[in-house]
């Protein structure tokens, strides 16, 4: 038997020794932390080192020992490849497939110097070459892209641990390359302290730092959900005062409107009654609308609302949406052109896109003034299809303009009636998000000299 292999079985039980500590400290880890996907990788790596260091290290005799360097060899490389991909996972990076490769080479290498080979001297210096490529590896790319304290001290740490153990399987690859016979194992008490004392500590090294920049990264996400629960909690405050402000002012003249019939229903005329209660049907409508319109923006926004996409035939959807509100123009004395559509289909939820044609198309019919018209077209624009609602209103009022599709956004603009400006506020941000959510965006163009433009890019289907 070759003397040669005394030396790295001290080498490898002591990283088994080390192993079944460390393993347990990882999966103890990783049970705190199912999410971090590259942990519960390097967890296996200790589980698989322990049976593959066992095999190697067991005594002569007990079972062949081409046996014990093919599976045994092959659980420690397979614990190796694991430790370069749960580095790769641990770091947020795409893994690798060449190591698989490698690993599968390898097997196979062994098969055929099993017969070509017939020295176990030979086949262990072949293992030692890829476990010294993986984890030389590993090392390399352990830190990259770090730039917080603890993190790249813990990077550090992993990389000075993996480069100590892939320079132990570089030494001894070139130990059994060089020596032209067998090599006197390390007997001494000095020299076989030494080893163990180095391989323990780049083991835990490598662990250690593993764990701090676990710890470290669970610490940047509970700093990042206080941060967002915080930036959610003061939206949400200031949509319940807004919303709160919004539902006041009807309910205010609901509320007066039949405070007042109450008090002097029977002394009022007929038309006076119906006009009061005209007005109050008119603000329960709007409280209606405004509650409708919170609740489909909030499921919007919290992705909540489903979205079936499919061609859409946008021709027929846009006459759809003129024909909706033809009533309303024509109340206003408006009127809707539709520019004449070549064949457009996009990819969107019908449903969805018929909402946002009308809550664009109701805006134009809204603020654009008696005898003016409303100009429909749609065409393909830098490989989407763009919808455009123009009206010749007022345009939109400077104060208006950097906050159009925030929630209850409605600016002043002169010359408006009561009429036009009691909108819930709530369109324009309701189109914006399920435009978002159809793969599209939304913007406007200021109309010259006054007018505006509104438009909305889809993608085409088949695109």
């Given at each position: ?309 499919e061609p859409v035939d946008l021709r027929q959807h846009i006459g759809q949406a003129r024909d909706l509100a033809e009533s309303a123009a024509h109340h206003r004395r408006v009127s809707i052109e539709i520019s004449t559509l070549p064949p457009l289909q996009v990819r969107a939820d019908p449903q969805r896109l018929q909402q946002v044609l009308a809550n664009l198309l109701s805006n134009a019919v809204k ?20 919808v455009e609602v123009q009206d010749r209103g007022p345009g939109i009022s400077p104060d208006l303009q950097g906050r159009l599709f925030q929630r209850f956004a409605r600016g002043e603009t002169p010359g408006l009636s009561d009429e036009q400006g009691k909108g819930t506020g709530l369109g324009l941000a309701i189109s ?32």
């Amino acid at each position: 038997m070759d003397q040669n292999l005394i030396d790295i079985r001290t080498l490898l039980f002591a990283n088994a020794v080390v192993s079944v500590v460390l393993g347990i400290a990882m999966v103890l880890v990783w049970r705190g932390n199912r999410e971090r996907k590259g942990l519960a990788v390097l967890a296996r790596v200790h589980v698989t080192m322990i049976p593959g260091v066992a095999l190697i290290g067991l005594p002569d005799g007990l079972i062949p020992s081409v046996v014990s360097a093919f599976f045994g060899n092959g659980l420690v490389l397979l614990s190796m490849l694991w430790l370069l991909q749960g580095i790769d996972g641990l770091f947020d990076r795409p893994s690798r497939r060449w190591p698989v490769n490698a690993v599968a080479a390898w097997g196979l290498g062994q098969l055929i110097l099993l017969t070509a080979v017939p020295s176990l001297r030979g086949r262990i210096l072949l293992t030692s070459f890829v476990a010294f490529l993986l984890l030389f590896g590993a090392a390399r790319t352990a830190g990259a892209g770090l730039r917080r304290p603890t993190e790249r001290m813990a990077s550090l740490l992993i990389t000075g641990s993996l480069g100590v153990l892939s320079v132990l399987f570089a030494a001894r690859c070139l130990s059994l390359a060089l020596s032209p016979g067998t090599v006197t194992p390390l007997s001494s008490d000095g020299a076989t302290l030494v080893l163990l004392t180095v391989c323990l500590a780049a083991a835990t090294g490598w662990s250690m730092g593993v764990m701090i920049l676990v710890y470290a990264r669970l610490h940047q996400d509970l700093a990042r959900d206080m941060t967002e629960r915080k930036r959610y909690e003061a939206a949400l405050e200031e949509l319940v005062q807004v919303a709160a402000h919004e539902l006041r002012s009807p309910l205010t003249s609901i509320f007066g409107t039949l405070q007042l019939l109450a008090a002097r229903g029977d002394a009022l005329p007929v038309a006076d009654k119906n006009r009061l209660l005209e007005i109050a049907r008119r603000n329960s409508e709007r409280m209606v609308r405004l509650v409708n319109d919170l609740l489909d923006l909030e499921r919007v926004e919290s992705g909540r609302a489903s979205f079936e996409i499919e061609p859409v035939d946008l021709r027929q959807h846009i006459g759809q949406a003129r024909d909706l509100a033809e009533s309303a123009a024509h109340h206003r004395r408006v009127s809707i052109e539709i520019s004449t559509l070549p064949p457009l289909q996009v990819r969107a939820d019908p449903q969805r896109l018929q909402q946002v044609l009308a809550n664009l198309l109701s805006n134009a019919v809204k603020f654009s003034p008696p005898g003016e018209a409303i100009r429909l077209r749609a065409h393909h624009h830098d490989g989407k299809v763009r919808v455009e609602v123009q009206d010749r209103g007022p345009g939109i009022s400077p104060d208006l303009q950097g906050r159009l599709f925030q929630r209850f956004a409605r600016g002043e603009t002169p010359g408006l009636s009561d009429e036009q400006g009691k909108g819930t506020g709530l369109g324009l941000a309701i189109s914006k998000a399920l435009v978002e959510g159809m793969g599209g965006w939304i913007g406007y163009e200021p109309g010259r000299p006054r007018g505006t433009t509104f438009y909305f890019e889809l993608p085409a289907a088949g695109a």
